[in-house]
């Protein structure tokens, strides 16, 4: 009798214990879902909230990155004047000024030539740059407004390589700026600074507020985006470990490659030289400009301004020019008359293109070499 008894208290005691945990399962179940619920309704506020400031490249740590594009035509559909009905707040903040150290910067950056390139690939991969190659941060606003000057001729191939690094690079530095091919027409002799000017003047005309330019040959990389393309209170050498060089400077004056000069710092001088024609020279007389003018000239850190250079072959009308030793010689006296003030040139065609902005020019050809004796 006993034994019967303490085995209906067990099976008493057994359910019980089991209404007990199936009552607390029942419970369990219901607080998940409930906070599950408020879970998914806060996201979706947050992110309706958000939506409009959200931006593909904010984070991106990828060098050339190819995310959806929330550029001028993305952020014409979200904007408020857009769509009226929108439920965003009136008093939204304004853009801050962009950081001086932009956040989304990788550092070195592995660069190399031997990857096919197309300019239909350099599109798909920049969406967000407008026609004739111009770029402004969606959110903050540029400290700078940046031309970029390339001087060029029959140089497409290094050109299609040149935008596929730099577009990248230059959305991650926060830069306004726009890309602009100045072509020298016909098979003169090439005159590199002459071109250059151009650029400047050519490039204010298409747009009155740009009070940076950055004159870049169109062969050098640079392999690391915290070098970054901005003017400073002194004009600045971006290009001082070039991969020809041994990732050395070649000597103390040298101004060559990549150059930066704020709108004020390059009146100035009087601009660049008009008469080197032909390769070399023109760069030490720029520098001997800076210096003649009160300037100096700055740089990055040698770890951070490294440069590869595209190989390739000299130039046809391209040599080496022969005066240039004398004409560096005599910058003080040439620098007053020779320059922005005395450029003369005929513009041929004005053409933009998805990626960059090509200006044509007739520059003239050297003058005749004196007989000798």
């Given at each position: 009798?006993?034994?019967?008894?303490?085995?209906?208290?067990?099976?008493?005691?057994?359910?019980?214990?089991?209404?007990?945990?199936?009552?607390?399962?029942?419970?369990?179940?219901?607080?998940?879902?409930?906070?599950?619920?408020?879970?998914?309704?806060?996201?979706?506020?947050?992110?309706?909230?958000?939506?409009?400031?959200?931006?593909?490249?904010?984070?991106?740590?990828?060098?050339?990155?190819?995310?959806?594009?929330?550029?001028?035509?993305?952020?014409?559909?979200?904007?408020?004047?857009?769509?009226?009905?929108?439920?965003?707040?009136?008093?939204?903040?304004?853009?801050?000024?962009?950081?001086?150290?932009?956040?989304?910067?990788?550092?070195?950056?592995?660069?190399?030539?031997?990857?096919?390139?197309?300019?239909?690939?350099?599109?798909?991969?920049?969406?967000?740059?407008?026609?004739?190659?111009?770029y402004t941060p969606p959110d903050c606003l540029p400290r700078q407004k940046v031309a970029i000057l390339i001087p060029f001729r029959h140089r497409e191939h290094h050109l299609?390589?040149?935008?596929?690094?730099?577009?990248?690079?230059?959305?991650?530095?926060?830069?306004?700026?726009?890309?602009?091919?100045?072509?020298?027409?016909?098979?003169?002799?090439f005159n590199r600074a002459k071109l250059l000017n151009v650029g400047f003047l050519e490039a204010l005309k298409d747009d009155e507020e740009y009070d940076c330019f950055i004159?870049?040959?169109?062969?050098?990389?640079?392999?690391?985006?915290?070098?970054?393309?901005?003017?400073?209170?002194?004009?600045?050498?971006?290009?001082?470990?070039?991969?020809?060089?041994?990732?050395?400077?070649?000597?103390?004056?040298?101004?060559?490659?990549?150059?930066?000069?704020?709108?004020?710092?390059?009146?100035?001088?009087?601009?660049?030289?008009?008469?080197?024609?032909?390769?070399?020279?023109?760069?030490?007389?720029?520098?001997?400009?800076?210096?003649?003018?009160?300037?100096?000239?700055?740089?990055?850190?040698?770890?951070?301004?490294?440069?590869?250079?595209?190989?390739?072959?000299?130039?046809?009308?391209?040599?080496?020019?022969?005066?240039?030793?004398?004409?560096?010689?005599?910058?003080?006296?040439?620098?007053?008359?020779?320059?922005?003030?005395?450029?003369?040139?005929?513009?041929?065609?004005?053409?933009?293109?998805?990626?960059?902005?090509?200006?044509?020019?007739?520059?003239?050809?050297?003058?005749?070499?004196?007989?000798?004796?």
């Amino acid at each position: 009798m006993t034994r019967l008894l303490l085995g209906v208290t067990l099976e008493r005691i057994c359910k019980a214990v089991l209404l007990l945990c199936l009552l607390h399962f029942v419970i369990i179940m219901i607080l998940y879902f409930d906070v599950y619920a408020q879970h998914l309704d806060f996201f979706s506020r947050f992110n309706a909230r958000n939506a409009s400031r959200a931006h593909p490249f904010s984070n991106s740590s990828r060098p050339n990155s190819t995310v959806p594009s929330y550029g001028p035509a993305g952020a014409e559909a979200l904007s408020p004047s857009a769509k009226p009905g929108t439920n965003q707040s009136a008093t939204e903040k304004p853009l801050q000024p962009c950081q001086e150290t932009p956040p989304g910067l990788v550092g070195r950056l592995l660069i190399e030539f031997s990857s096919p390139m197309s300019m239909e690939r350099v599109q798909r991969e920049n969406p967000d740059v407008r026609q004739g190659g111009k770029y402004t941060p969606p959110d903050c606003l540029p400290r700078q407004k940046v031309a970029i000057l390339i001087p060029f001729r029959h140089r497409e191939h290094h050109l299609k390589y040149w935008l596929h690094y730099l577009h990248p690079i230059l959305r991650r530095q926060k830069v306004a700026y726009g890309i602009y091919i100045i072509n020298q027409f016909g098979e003169d002799t090439f005159n590199r600074a002459k071109l250059l000017n151009v650029g400047f003047l050519e490039a204010l005309k298409d747009d009155e507020e740009y009070d940076c330019f950055i004159f870049s040959d169109v062969d050098l990389i640079p392999m690391d985006d915290r070098n970054l393309y901005r003017c400073y209170e002194q004009p600045r050498h971006f290009a001082i470990g070039m991969d020809k060089f041994g990732f050395r400077l070649p000597y103390a004056g040298y101004f060559g490659g990549v150059s930066g000069l704020s709108k004020s710092q390059f009146l100035k001088i009087n601009g660049f030289p008009n008469e080197y024609w032909g390769w070399g020279g023109e760069d030490d007389d720029i520098f001997n400009r800076i210096s003649l003018n009160g300037m100096k000239v700055s740089r990055p850190d040698i770890r951070i301004g490294r440069y590869r250079m595209i190989k390739h072959e000299r130039d046809k009308h391209n040599e080496p020019n022969p005066q240039r030793f004398t004409k560096i010689q005599n910058t003080k006296m040439t620098m007053k008359r020779d320059g922005i003030s005395s450029l003369q040139y005929r513009l041929v065609e004005v053409s933009r293109q998805p990626m960059y902005t090509n200006i044509t020019v007739e520059i003239g050809r050297p003058p005749p070499r004196l007989a000798r004796g």
